[in-house]
């Protein structure tokens, strides 16, 4: 369809609008296989460096353990006393 509506550029534009965050631009990866061979260059070109971005950033969020809540150390943790009420 983009090749008669226009070229490579008008398919990666909306997509990289919509695919906005690092999960969804694995997609790019399916979308690659039905560009026109003759486009996959540019494709490429436009494409690769936010793939490899959202790569890096998929990666990093991998390695880094979770934390629950983040760690204060100036303050010391609030102790709260349970106090049961008498039926």
Same mark, same amino acid.
Request: proline share 13%.
């Given at each position: 369809?983009?090749? /008669?509506?226009?070229?490579?550029?008008?398919?990666?534009?909306?997509?990289?609008?919509?695919?906005?965050? +690092?999960?969804?631009?694995?997609?790019?990866? *399916?979308?690659? !296989?039905?560009?026109?061979?003759?486009?996959?260059?540019? @494709?490429? !070109?436009?494409?690769?460096? =936010?793939?490899?971005?959202? @790569?890096?950033?998929?990666?990093?969020?991998? =390695?880094?353990? $979770?934390?629950?809540? %983040?760690?204060?150390?100036?303050? %010391?943790?609030?102790? /709260?006393?349970?106090? +049961? =009420? $008498? *039926?």
């Amino acid at each position: 369809l983009y090749v /008669h509506e226009g070229g490579v550029e008008d398919l990666v534009r909306p997509l990289l609008a919509i695919l906005d965050r +690092p999960a969804k631009l694995l997609l790019l990866r *399916d979308i690659r !296989s039905v560009v026109a061979p003759t486009d996959l260059g540019r @494709f490429d !070109s436009m494409v690769m460096p =936010v793939e490899l971005e959202a @790569f890096e950033a998929l990666k990093s969020r991998a =390695v880094r353990p $979770p934390a629950l809540r %983040p760690a204060r150390q100036d303050t %010391p943790p609030k102790r /709260h006393l349970i106090t +049961p =009420v $008498p *039926d």
